[in-house]
């Protein structure tokens, strides 16, 4: 049904409520792109098998929802009942019947299915005390995991359009403007850029029509921040744009999703319908008159439409390739009209600003970096998954109070951040505070948020291999110093991790980076060398003993290094000749195991197994 | 390319969708395209320059800049391991490497009897269970070596 005033938004959300509320219990299952190929869907159907065959939906006055991404994927299938938020992990569909006995039915607590510490070996019970959890303050993921993505009552029901509905009725659009730029929002994307500013300069150009765009081409590897939302929380985003939209004066719109993201297209898609149908996208929203739709762009799997004139003419059907930007796409974007283009977390926060207030959302963070930021906490931490904290606080609160430190309680070497655009930190920058301007300082960036933690087994030169390789991939080709620049960067790290490194690489690394950083066009080529500057800036003992010692003592680089076992650390347990997959280790079981050189690949599956850390490079 | 034959029909009934002449739809018009046939074939090409009043240069330019596009037919089962900063420093190259052996393919190579096409992508948005492998779309998390190529040839 068309809700056609402010006046029945308020009611449809009582009446969303009262629903809500007839419902003593509520079984929320994560459905993320991590917990379904983890089979939580099998988890869902075996609940709602459970819970029809025996009535209990009416009987225990039971709800069974199925969420977005709860940001712990590492452990899922994750279950949560509520309202005691009993917080289940590692959920398989022969446990259900367990949950719905003991749990639903009797109010036990199942020990096994709790989540442990990784450190303390302590089960926890609740959601909110797990450390995971705790330290997170959460606004653009405000309703992730609660609420039902594919439902919009679910949403309205949760305030949603509460502030579109304010924007519109309460507010001119200069008022929206003024809110977002004292709330010190900048784009969450990486750029950085404060978004009030982008408004009002698009909002006083010229010419017509107006767009307002959100990029959810999420290329940086390692992150995944973008994808969550737009899967389980969808009409924050479009709730979002709209007000975006009022401000600015645009009437159309468009949402540059990359195509490597079903799930997320699937449910924005969903969820721009179920706006349209309810009167709060397309003409007269909510009977005010004003009028925006939106439409999905798919993207071609081309990692430079991420950048924002790229992704303009990627939209417009062409090529993705950057232009010169002497003139800003506020004024000449999309078909050459001003435009508007923010990220995804960033028009999630802007319903929360609206509603709360911008001093609210001031007063978290620092001073120029305010508000939350959300990280996706990955690689060699023991807690990986979702996170969403204010700024300011310290790289060594994410990786070792939230992420819980590195598994196996390894070393750490470095923390990567800022994607292929980013540089890795290591262990003397973790006590800095996290916001826009701190990690740029460091030779870093915080970019959209990829936060990725590497132990003593990541080699920081391929590392910065790897990078570049993404990067030569990735380059559209439209410039040379990019092109060719890039090119070359990788030839020599290709080079330097097959054991042909030179002394004099370096060196010749540092002159040519300066060309492409000073020579190319667009941001890609500009900020392609930072993997490599940085890993040289905090990591040159590991370049030169790959170059001159020929030394990967990482175990990476596979001319560099060959693997022992070592004798008094062998158990012989046996579980290194189990995991070998070219069967090149002998030994009986209980006595010391030796790997014949000749036949291993150096693929590490046995360092990776060993209890005893006895698989050791040399 | 390859010499398979399309049926045009198909072809048409997807291009029917798109307004005469309306270049933009270039881009909408390949990936269905593509969905459709599993690659873009040069006729369908043909028909779609045909509707979008497109040159059949930009076409192409468009289907080879673009990595979601195949000028090739693919195999029956795309396997694709993530190569995302996450999937590599948990040893996505290892797995991609042991693929190449098993399969005897490159990256980016379909086997000769199409069974299996073998792809890495940049991050498939999976990090916290990396590495990940993708199998027609279905996410395996946490492989670990020797693991996969045993689920690619138990289907073999």
């Known amino acids: 049904m068309r809700i056609k005033s402010v006046k029945s938004l308020a009611s449809a959300a009582k009446t969303a409520c009262a629903e809500r509320a007839k419902n003593k219990m509520e079984v929320l299952v994560c459905a993320g792109t991590g917990c379904l190929a983890n089979g939580s869907l099998d988890v869902v159907k075996s609940f709602d098998r459970a819970i029809k065959s025996r009535n209990l939906d009416t009987k225990l006055k039971l709800g069974l929802k199925t969420t977005g991404c709860h940001g712990f994927c590492e452990n899922g299938p994750l279950v949560v009942i509520q309202p005691k938020g009993i917080f289940y992990k590692g959920v398989k569909p022969k446990d259900v019947k367990d949950i719905v006995d003991k749990t639903l039915i009797n109010g036990e607590v199942i020990e096994r299915l709790l989540y442990r510490d990784a450190n303390t070996k302590e089960r926890v019970e609740q959601y909110t005390a797990i450390p995971f959890y705790a330290r997170q303050l959460r606004i653009a993921l405000r309703n992730i995991g609660k609420i039902d993505p594919g439902n919009i009552d679910d949403y309205i029901a949760a305030d949603g359009y509460a502030g579109l509905a304010k924007a519109l009725t309460e507010m001119t659009p200069e008022e929206v403007i003024e809110a977002v730029t004292k709330s010190g929002l900048r784009g969450r994307g990486g750029g950085g850029f404060p978004t009030g500013r982008k408004w009002k300069t698009c909002r006083n150009a010229a010419a017509e029509p107006k767009y307002v765009l959100c990029n959810a081409d999420e290329g940086d590897p390692g992150a995944f921040m973008d994808r969550s939302i737009c899967e389980g929380d969808p009409h924050a985003v479009l709730e979002g744009m709209v007000i975006g939209a009022w401000a600015v004066g645009a009437a159309e719109g468009y949402i540059y999703i990359r195509e490597e993201y079903p799930l997320a297209v699937k449910h924005l898609q969903r969820a721009i319908e179920q706006a349209r149908e309810r009167g709060l996208l397309g003409d007269d929203i909510l009977g005010t008159g004003f009028s925006y739709d939106i439409k999905i762009a798919r993207g071609g799997g081309a990692f430079i439409c991420g950048e924002s004139s790229a992704l303009m003419k990627s939209v417009a059907g062409e090529i993705g390739e950057p232009r010169a930007k002497y003139v800003h796409s506020v004024i000449r974007g999309l078909h050459d009209r001003p435009t508007v283009l923010n990220n995804v977390e960033t028009w999630s926060d802007v319903p929360w600003i609206i509603t709360e207030g911008a001093e609210k959302f001031a007063a978290l963070g620092t001073k120029k970096s305010t508000g939350t930021k959300v990280f996706s906490l990955v690689g060699k931490v023991k807690n990986t998954g979702l996170i969403e904290v204010p700024m300011g606080i310290t790289l060594r609160e994410i990786i070792f109070d939230i992420g819980g430190g590195i598994i196996r309680d390894r070393p750490f070497k470095a923390v990567q951040t800022g994607g292929p655009s980013g540089g890795c930190l290591p262990e003397s920058k973790l006590d800095l505070p996290v916001d826009f301007d701190t990690l740029t300082d460091a030779g870093s960036m915080m970019g959209s948020g990829g936060m990725i933690v590497m132990d003593d087994r990541t080699c920081m030169v391929d590392t910065a291999r790897y990078f570049l390789k993404f990067l030569v991939d990735e380059s559209c080709g439209k410039c040379v110093p990019c092109r060719e620049g890039v090119h070359q960067l990788h030839q020599i790290l290709e080079a330097i991790c097959r054991g042909d490194g030179k002394p004099g690489d370096v060196e010749k690394i540092e002159s040519l980076s300066d060309v492409i950083v000073a020579a190319s066009l667009c941001a890609l080529g500009k900020s392609a060398p930072n993997p490599v500057l940085s890993t040289i800036r905090h990591f040159r003992r590991e370049y030169d003993a790959h170059i001159n010692n020929r030394k990967c003592s990482a175990g990476v680089c596979r001319n560099l290094f060959t693997f022992e076992i070592s004798e008094e650390k062998c158990t012989g347990c046996g579980l290194c000749a189990k995991a070998c997959p070219v069967d090149c280790i002998v030994g009986e079981l209980k006595k010391v195991h030796r790997i014949d050189g000749k036949e291993c690949t150096r693929c590490g599956a046995c360092r990776n197994v060993c209890p005893v850390d006895a698989v050791e490079v040399v | ?156």
Request: proline content about 5%.
């Open chain 2, 1 to 156: 390319m390859s010499k398979t034959c399309i049926d045009p029909k198909k072809a048409r009934k997807i291009l029917d969708r798109y307004p005469e002449g309306d270049q933009t739809g270039l881009i909408h018009a390949l990936q269905d395209i593509q969905a459709e046939f599993g690659y873009v074939p040069r006729e369908a090409v043909e028909i779609l320059c045909e509707r979008l009043n497109v040159p059949i240069s930009k076409a192409f330019a468009a289907a080879t800049f673009y990595k979601a596009f195949s000028l090739e037919p693919k195999g029956d089962v795309v396997i694709r391991v993530c190569t995302g900063t996450a999937c590599h420093i948990r040893g996505a190259q290892t797995l991609v490497d042991e693929i190449c052996v098993a399969l005897d393919i490159r990256p980016g190579g379909t086997t000769k009897d199409l069974k299996f096409t073998l792809e890495t992508v940049n991050c498939v948005g999976a990090c916290a269970m990396a590495p990940v492998v993708a199998l027609n779309g279905e996410y395996h998390g946490n492989v670990q070596p020797g693991s996969i190529t045993k689920k690619i040839q138990g289907g073999k």
